[in-house]
């Protein structure tokens, strides 16, 4: 549901939902925070998701809406906020971890000290030993207290295999976490975080080694009439779509991801512009020749076509720099016509060509 919110914000309606929004705030008495805006756009945007659900029952029930309040939302029901729950619990319980087996090896080591001490006491007695009886409770209490050590070590040993078991356990978690925060719920695609954090990753291995980077930008042609004439449900279907048809071809190194709205970005390492031109060409051969359908009614939904725009890194180039160039080929791609892929390195240099 937040992505639909989040896809909203870069379609035609943001601004419609903003002032929305901000007359809700308003209403409710609620000040227009940063939090309390974004709290607010998921409950003018999404009223019956389970956040919407929420704060139509605070309203009705007419209690204040506080800072606590807009926090408690937040953490259970913000993405975000659920982000750093899960790493707060994560981080708690590998806290009882660890505090655990810190304990499980202090009482080892007082059981270790106490069995130094009976060794020790044991030496002197068998020194004095003069009768068999007294040799008995020698290797007696010998015998008890070696059999005391041995358990506390099997028990440290079992804590400390279920505790590496619960931390692998915790650390997968946080990986799964960490995933989630880069990918976008809709198309299951990089995110844009994670796509401009590879972007920077791309561009600095590059200048150390001197490796091609091309960058291209694509953006789903007429997508507003899709969702205009069919509604989002079906708008998101086609994201969907083009999302597949793209990430079947991103296998690594290549990575791609869902850059905004209706807009897709890919980063080619280690291929030219003209490599990354051809794959373009290919995925956007590939999009078109299916014909979609509308799930609830069979409706034809007509070709999907997307235009394309690419650009590669030159020498010292910054991603925001190579991200311009792209937007610029694409702006090309738009303007000749749609469905299309635009080199912008031949638009720089023609004569080269
Ligand atoms: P999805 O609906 O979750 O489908 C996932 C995959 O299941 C599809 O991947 C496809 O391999 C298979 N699949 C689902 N429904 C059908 C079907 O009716 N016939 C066949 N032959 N296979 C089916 P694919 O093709 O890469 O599509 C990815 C996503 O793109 C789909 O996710 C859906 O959201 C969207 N999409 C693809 N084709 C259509 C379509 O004709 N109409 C609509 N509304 N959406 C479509």
Same mark, same amino acid.
């Given at each position: 549901?937040?992505?639909?919110?989040?896809?909203?914000? &870069?379609?035609?309606?943001?601004?419609?939902?903003?002032?929305?929004?901000?007359?809700?705030?308003?209403?409710?008495?609620?000040?227009?925070?940063?939090?309390?805006?974004?709290?607010?756009?998921?409950?003018? *945007?999404?009223? @019956?998701?389970?956040? *919407?659900?929420?704060?139509?029952?605070?309203?009705?029930?007419?209690?204040?809406?506080?800072?606590?309040?807009?926090?408690?939302?937040?953490? @259970?029901?913000?993405?975000?906020?659920?982000?750093?729950? @899960?790493?707060?619990?994560?981080? #708690?319980?590998?806290?009882?971890?660890?505090?655990?087996?810190?304990?499980?090896?202090?009482?080892?080591?007082?059981?270790?000290?106490?069995?130094?001490?009976?060794?020790?006491?044991?030496?002197?007695?068998?020194?004095?030993?003069?009768?068999?009886?007294?040799?008995?409770?020698?290797?007696?209490?010998?015998?008890?207290?070696?059999?005391?050590?041995?358990?506390?070590?099997?028990?440290?040993?079992?804590?400390?295999?279920?505790? !590496?078991?619960?931390?692998?356990?915790?650390?997968?978690?946080?990986?799964?976490?960490?995933?989630?925060?880069?990918?976008?719920?809709?198309?299951?695609?990089?995110?844009?975080?994670?796509?401009?954090?590879?972007?920077?990753?791309?561009?600095?291995?590059?200048?150390?080694?001197? !490796?091609?980077?091309?960058?291209?930008?694509?953006?789903?042609?007429?997508?507003?009439?899709?969702?205009? !004439?069919?509604?989002?449900?079906?708008?998101?279907?086609?994201?969907?779509?083009?999302?597949?048809?793209?990430?079947?071809?991103?296998?690594?190194?290549?990575?791609? #991801?869902?850059?905004?709205?209706? %807009?897709?970005?890919?980063?080619?390492?280690?291929?030219?512009?003209?490599? #990354?031109?051809?794959?373009?060409?290919?995925?956007?051969?590939?999009?078109?020749?299916?014909?979609?359908? &509308?799930?609830?009614?069979?409706? %034809?939904?007509?070709?999907?076509?997307?235009?394309?725009?690419?650009?590669?890194?030159?020498?010292?180039?910054?991603?925001?720099?190579?991200?311009?160039?792209?937007?610029?080929?694409?702006?090309?791609?738009?303007?000749?016509?749609?469905? &299309?892929?635009?080199?912008?390195?031949?638009?720089?240099?023609?004569?080269?060509?």
């Amino acid at each position: 549901m937040a992505t639909e919110v989040e896809t909203t914000l &870069r379609g035609p309606e943001a601004f419609s939902l903003a002032r929305k929004a901000m007359e809700a705030m308003e209403a409710a008495g609620a000040w227009p925070t940063p939090l309390n805006y974004e709290i607010w756009l998921h409950y003018v *945007g999404d009223p @019956e998701g389970p956040l *919407g659900r929420e704060i139509t029952r605070l309203l009705s029930a007419q209690e204040p809406f506080t800072e606590g309040t807009a926090e408690m939302l937040a953490a @259970e029901f913000l993405p975000r906020g659920r982000l750093s729950e @899960e790493i707060r619990d994560a981080g #708690a319980l590998l806290n009882r971890e660890l505090s655990s087996v810190a304990s499980a090896i202090a009482q080892a080591q007082k059981t270790q000290a106490a069995y130094g001490e009976t060794l020790a006491g044991a030496s002197a007695s068998i020194e004095q030993v003069d009768k068999p009886e007294s040799l008995r409770q020698v290797v007696t209490s010998l015998s008890a207290a070696t059999a005391k050590v041995r358990e506390e070590n099997a028990h440290l040993e079992s804590r400390l295999e279920d505790s !590496t078991k619960e931390v692998a356990r915790l650390r997968e978690h946080l990986e799964q976490v960490r995933r989630d925060a880069m990918t976008d719920a809709l198309t299951n695609l990089a995110n844009r975080k994670a796509f401009d954090e590879e972007l920077l990753r791309a561009c600095d291995d590059a200048e150390r080694a001197g !490796t091609e980077v091309t960058l291209s930008l694509i953006d789903i042609d007429h997508f507003k009439r899709f969702n205009d !004439t069919w509604g989002h449900q079906t708008g998101d279907q086609v994201l969907r779509y083009v999302a597949s048809v793209i990430g079947r071809v991103a296998k690594p190194p290549r990575f791609a #991801a869902r850059y905004g709205g209706e %807009e897709f970005a890919m980063i080619f390492v280690g291929e030219s512009a003209a490599e #990354a031109e051809n794959v373009l060409n290919a995925i956007r051969q590939e999009i078109g020749s299916r014909a979609l359908r &509308r799930r609830s009614t069979d409706d %034809e939904l007509g070709a999907v076509t997307i235009s394309a725009g690419v650009a590669q890194r030159h020498r010292g180039e910054s991603g925001s720099q190579i991200l311009d160039r792209a937007d610029a080929a694409l702006y090309v791609s738009k303007h000749n016509g749609r469905d &299309r892929v635009t080199n912008g390195e031949r638009m720089r240099a023609p004569a080269a060509a």
